[in-house]
């Protein structure tokens, strides 16, 4: 996964190679600009804004073979979730300390940033 922000505009790409004609024909990133006005959200599962602060743009896509892929962009972080990863997908950091990733279920969350510019929600209770 590459996450970078280019001309406004935060994106995520995937570097795979194609190995079901899903895969195949699937789009090669997903990109939001950056907010200039008001809030621009849907009811994705309350994602990005339970994970950035402010004010915020989002993009999904379907992405073979994951269910979706979904990012936030603000003006200080973006966020990325990879809804149906699995439990194969491993999620830790490889690049500094203002990346984080964290598993949500059976999805990835990826956000990258100011510290003051993300959240991470708190697990829900399973008692």
């Known amino acids: 996964m590459v996450l970078t922000v280019r001309n406004d505009t935060c994106q995520v790409a995937f570097l795979t190679a194609p190995l079901t004609e899903a895969a195949a024909t699937a789009p090669t990133s997903v990109g ?14 309350g994602f990005p804004g339970n994970v950035l602060t402010g004010k915020y743009t989002l993009a999904s896509a379907q992405f073979p073979p994951f269910e979706f892929v979904t990012v936030g962009c603000s003006e200080k972080a973006m966020t990325v979730r990879v809804e149906g990863a699995g439990t194969s997908a491993e999620a830790r950091n490889k690049a500094g300390d203002s990346l984080k990733t964290w598993r949500d279920g059976q999805d990835i969350v990826v956000t990258v940033g100011r510290p003051e510019a993300i959240r991470r929600p708190e697990p829900a209770s399973t008692s």
């Not at 939001?32 to 599962?45: E, L, M, N």
Request: hydrophobic residues 15%; positive net charge; glycine residues 8%.
């Open 32 to 45: 939001a600009r950056r907010p200039t006005g008001s809030v621009y959200s849907d009811s994705h599962q």
